[in-house]
């Protein structure tokens, strides 16, 4: 006993900045236990009844369902009538709607975060958010304006610049953001700022980038734009009618008034209406041609000749069908066939969309994300999906549709050195002579 104690005593210390270290780490660890705890236990407040005094006392009398079934219908017909408004004036009207959507859907998903967390004091939380919102646009927009805009950013020598070094430009943004975060770092906050540094990312990941997506379905031509975002407010209405009328067998956990009525009827009711709205504006150039820069006069256009997609065809009709309808042939758009695609995967796969920011509100146990549109709840509830809509039309129109583009070829060859213009018309020159579209006599002259 006598040996044990006196080897006990000759053992050292742990030295003091050890003790204090595993002192810290414990300290960390119950604070980042005890902060996840309690996170877990916040509930945000519920949203406030905003439907508009007017519309209180006129629908006094009804029913709280038929009162939000009334609400709903005035400020859907109210934002369809906008959404015809920003169609007739342009494209960059419509690209401008796009960016301020994409704010402030960026502002409610950042803004429950903040109140969430904001017991915690993070510093610089929302500062970090925007700085990241402000780079990812710029990067984003960026590769937008060098594309569509590339004469005009060539012929300005301050724009060439900032288009050459474009990429640096928006890394060297980035990192800017990243050190400013790692600055901010603060002992027992780690993980819930962690937390945030990953809610900003992702949130710009699905809002930021889908918004961009948006914008390049739009210069591909504004049928591309308006057909599948008009298949989702389809879908979403006439599921709602058909749910408030017939509803009666739950589709989903994550939204108890889905119904499997409404999720049908209005799958065949989008197919129906996508087919009838693609035959309307095939017909119009200023919805199908795409969207180009016009040097000459400084200004987009959206006059051209109508691809193939947009002429009308006559196809046969298979029999089964024939012996219904008494049809053998029908004349239609190659475009309506694809609308077929977009506006089933506006009924079966958007409205996941929907299910995910169910999901997502219901962990925070909060009913909308904001409570902008009475009725409706915020801007994000109403495109939560048009996001994943705007992803599939580009992927779509990559995979099926898209070919080189001529023009912006003809661009960037101007842009070149006169030796190497010379160098590429005379490869071109041999090439064609070669498969025989360039004859002898035409090189003479």
Same mark, same amino acid.
Not at 121 to 132: A, G, I
Not at 205 to 211: A, M, Y
Not at 304 to 315: H, I, K, N, V
């Given at each position: 006993m006598?040996?044990?104690?006196q080897?006990? %005593?000759?053992?050292?210390? %742990?030295?003091p900045?050890?003790?204090?270290? @595993? ?8 604070? %980042?236990?005890?902060?996840?705890s309690?996170?877990? %236990?916040? +509930? ?21 369902r ?7 219908g ?27 959507? #994409?704010?402030?859907c ?9 109140n969430?967390y904001h017991?915690y ?17 710029y990067f984003?927009?960026g590769?937008t304006v ?10 300005e020598e301050?724009?060439r ?8 430009i ?23 700022q962690f ?9 710009l ?7 961009h997506?948006?914008?390049?379905n739009?210069? @591909?031509g504004?049928i ?6 008009s ?11 058909f ?7 739950p589709?989903?956990?994550l939204?108890?008034?889905k ?22 504006m ?19 256009t959206?006059d ?12 046969n009709?298979?029999g089964?069908i #024939? ?5 053998k ?7 309506q ?20 920011a ?5 962990a925070?146990k ?14 994000m509830d ?7 809509m ?7 129109i990559?995979s099926f549709i ?8 003809? #661009?960037q060859?101007? +842009?070149?050195r006169?030796? #190497?213009q010379?160098h590429?018309f ?18 003479d002259?």
């Open positions: 006598t040996e044990l104690r080897r006990v %005593a000759r053992e050292p210390e %742990a030295p900045e050890d003790k204090e270290s @595993e002192s810290e780490a414990k300290v960390d660890g119950e604070t %980042a236990s005890d902060s996840e309690r996170v877990e %236990a916040v +509930t945000l407040p519920p949203s406030a009844d905003d439907t508009p005094e007017v519309l209180n006392r006129a629908l006094s009398n009804l029913s709280s038929w009162k939000n079934w009334w609400v709903r005035i400020l859907t017909l109210a934002m369809i009538a906008f959404f015809f408004i920003i169609i007739y004036l342009g494209p960059m009207v419509l690209m401008m709607i796009v960016m301020c959507v #994409q704010i402030k960026f502002h409610e998903i950042i803004t429950i975060g903040y969430v017991s004091d993070l510093p610089w939380f929302r500062t970090l958010s925007w700085y990241f919102l402000l780079c990812v646009n984003f927009y590769e060098t594309d569509y805009f590339f004469t005009l950013v060539q012929r301050p724009l610049i900032l288009s050459k070094y474009h990429r640096f928006s890394f060297t943004l980035y990192l800017t953001g990243f050190c400013m975060f790692v600055l901010s770092l603060v002992k027992k906050h780690y993980r819930l937390y945030m540094f990953g809610w900003t990312h992702v949130t990941l699905i809002v930021v980038t889908q918004s997506l948006v914008i390049h739009l210069f @591909e504004m591309w734009f308006i057909v599948p975002i298949c989702v407010i389809c879908n979403d209405i006439m599921a709602y009618m749910g408030f009328f017939f509803g009666r067998t589709l989903i956990k939204s108890p008034k119904t499997w009525e409404g999720f049908i009827g209005g799958f065949f009711a989008t197919v129906v209406f996508g087919l009838l709205l693609s035959y309307v095939s017909g119009y150039r200023c919805f199908v041609c795409p969207v180009e820069y016009n040097n000459d006069t400084n200004s987009f959206v051209c000749e109508p691809s193939g997609l947009f002429r009308l065809q006559e196809y009709i298979p089964v #024939q012996s219904i309808i008494g049809w042939t029908v004349r239609m758009y190659p475009f066939i694809h609308s077929i695609a977009l506006s089933t995967f506006a009924s079966l796969i958007g409205p996941f969309g929907g299910f995910f169910s999901g997502f509100k219901r925070f909060i009913k909308d994300f904001a409570n902008t549109i009475p009725g409706h709840g915020g801007i109403r495109f939560d999906c048009q996001y994943l705007a992803t599939f039309v580009n992927v779509y990559a898209r070919g080189p583009n001529p023009s912006k070829l003809v #661009q060859f101007l +842009t070149l006169p030796d #190497q010379l590429i005379n490869t071109l020159k041999s090439h064609l002579t070669d498969k025989g579209m360039l004859t002898a006599a035409t090189e002259k």
